[in-house]
C-alpha cells in the first residue's frame, strides 16, 4: 500500500466524519489562535512601550530622588533632590547638551464648570526640546515668565479637550488651587505612554511651582540630554561620579539613562510574552488529547478493516502511517484555521480597542509546527495500537 493511496483513504475517513473532524480540530484552532493573538499582544505591548520611552527624548540620563541603590534602584521616594545639584550636574561633564529639572505634582485644575485631576509640571525653558514636546498653538513660556514667578501655563492637548471643549484654551484662564493661571499655549498631541497620557499634563515655570505652589526648592526628576547617542555612558558616570561626591551616599539618589530602562522594560515584556504564549499553548496540548481520543476511537471502529488489511499483505508501517496521516492532517488543517482566526482575531482587537497587536510570522511559525508536533505526538500512540494489532484477532472482532 503506497503512502499516496493511504493520505487518500485518510482524507476520506476524515472528510466522511465532517463533525467529528470539525470537533476534534476545535481544540487545536482555539490553541493555534490564542497563541497567535497572546503573543501579538506582548509584542505589541512591548513594541508601544518602547516607543514612548524613545519618545522621552534622544540621548537621555535621569537622575532621581534617592530610594534603594542608585544604580538600577526605584524611581524617588526616599532622599530627596533639591535645585543646588543642577549646577553640580552641569558641571560634571562638557558632553551635556541641556538639563532640564522637573516638579511634578497632581492637582485638580478647573475651567468654568468643568474640573479634572492633572500633572501639573514645574519645568524650565528647555523642557519641551528635551522631552520632545511642541506647541500646537500659542507659545512656550520665556525667560521673563521664569524670573518673575508669573501664573502662566502651557496645557496638553487631553487637557484642552477635557476643560475647553471646542473653545479657544489661548487667552484663557484656569484655576490652580485659589489662583488663576493664564494659558498661553497648547502642546502638540503626543499620546498614552507606558507611563501615562502624555497629553494630560500642564506646564508651568519652574521659578513658579517651586516659590508659589510648594513652597521649597525639591526637585522630582532631572533630565540630563548628552550631545550625542556615542557620549550618553560617559554623562552617565561623570554625573554619578559628581553625584557621589556630593551626597558621600549612592542610596541617596538614582540615576538611570534610557538604554537601561528599555533593555529593563524589553526583558519584562519578553518574559509577560513568554507567559502568555505558555498559557495559551496549553489549549494545544488539551487539543491533542482530543485527537488521541477520536483517534483511539477510530481505532476500535475500524478494527475489522485494519485485521482485512493486514491479512492481504498489509505492513505494520502501512497500517500506522495511515492513522498518523489522519492525525496529523486533523492537526494540519486546524492549525491553518487557527492561523486565519488568530490573525483576524488580533485585527479586530487592534481595531476596537486601539491596542498595537504585532503577528509575528515567528509566532505563526512557532504555532503551526507545534500544532504538527500535538498530531504526531498524540496521534502516534493510537496509530500504534492499531499496527500492532494481529491480524485473525482484528478479524474475529465484534
Known amino acids: 500500500m503506497k503512502f499516496t493511496e493511504n493520505a487518500i483513504m485518510a482524507l476520506r475517513n476524515l472528510s466522511g466524519n465532517k463533525i467529528r473532524s470539525l470537533l476534534t480540530m476545535l481544540g487545536v484552532i482555539i490553541g493555534v489562535a490564542a497563541v497567535i493573538v497572546m503573543v501579538a499582544l506582548g509584542e505589541g505591548a512591548q513594541r508601544k512601550v518602547t516607543e514612548n520611552i524613545t519618545a522621552m527624548g534622544s540621548n537621555l540620563v535621569m537622575v532621581f530622588p534617592g530610594r534603594g541603590n542608585s544604580r538600577g534602584g526605584g524611581f524617588g521616594g526616599g532622599e530627596p533632590l533639591i535645585s543646588s545639584v543642577l549646577p553640580v550636574i552641569k558641571d560634571a561633564s562638557s558632553h551635556i547638551k541641556a538639563i532640564a529639572p522637573e516638579v511634578r505634582r497632581n492637582f485638580v485644575v478647573s475651567f468654568g464648570d468643568n474640573s479634572m485631576q492633572s500633572s501639573v509640571i514645574g519645568c524650565n525653558l528647555d523642557y519641551i526640546t528635551l522631552r520632545n514636546y511642541q506647541i500646537a498653538e500659542g507659545r512656550f513660556f520665556d525667560e521673563t515668565d521664569l524670573n518673575a514667578r508669573s501664573r502662566v501655563a502651557v496645557i496638553g492637548s487631553y487637557v484642552a479637550g477635557e476643560l475647553f471643549h471646542g473653545i479657544d484654551p489661548v487667552g484663557q484662564y484656569i484655576k490652580l488651587g485659589v489662583f488663576r493661571y493664564e494659558i ?169 480597542t486601539e491596542w498595537t497587536t504585532v503577528i509575528s510570522p515567528e509566532s505563526i511559525l512557532l504555532s503551526f509546527g507545534f500544532s504538527i508536533m500535538v498530531g504526531l505526538f498524540f496521534g502516534g500512540y493510537p496509530a500504534y495500537k492499531a499496527a500492532d494489532l494481529h491480524p485473525i484477532e482484528a478479524l474475529r472482532h465484534e
Do not use: H
Open 184 to 352: 498661553i499655549g497648547v502642546l502638540k498631541e503626543k499620546g498614552q505612554s507606558g507611563f501615562g497620557n502624555s497629553d494630560d499634563l500642564l506646564l508651568i515655570p519652574i521659578t513658579t511651582m517651586q516659590q508659589r505652589i510648594m513652597g521649597n526648592q525639591q526637585l522630582s526628576t532631572v533630565y540630563i540630554q548628552a550631545d550625542s547617542a556615542e557620549t550618553v555612558d560617559k554623562v552617565y558616570n561623570q554625573v554619578y561620579d559628581a553625584l557621589l561626591e556630593v551626597f558621600q551616599d549612592e542610596t541617596k539618589f538614582n540615576i538611570r539613562n534610557q538604554a537601561e530602562i528599555l533593555e529593563t522594560v524589553q526583558e519584562t515584556s519578553k518574559t509577560f510574552t513568554l507567559l502568555l504564549g505558555g498559557i495559551a499553548a496549553v489549549s494545544l496540548l488539551v487539543g491533542g488529547i482530543g485527537i488521541m481520543n477520536i483517534m483511539l476511537v477510530s481505532v476500535t471502529e475500524r478494527i475489522k478493516e485494519i485485521g482485512l488489511r493486514k491479512a492481504i499483505g498489509a505492513t505494520k508501517w502501512e497500517i500506522l502511517s495511515m492513522f498518523l496521516i489522519e492525525a496529523v492532517g486533523l492537526s494540519v488543517t486546524g492549525g491553518l484555521i487557527g492561523i486565519c482566526l488568530g490573525w483576524g482575531v488580533g485585527a479586530v482587537v487592534s481595531r476596537v
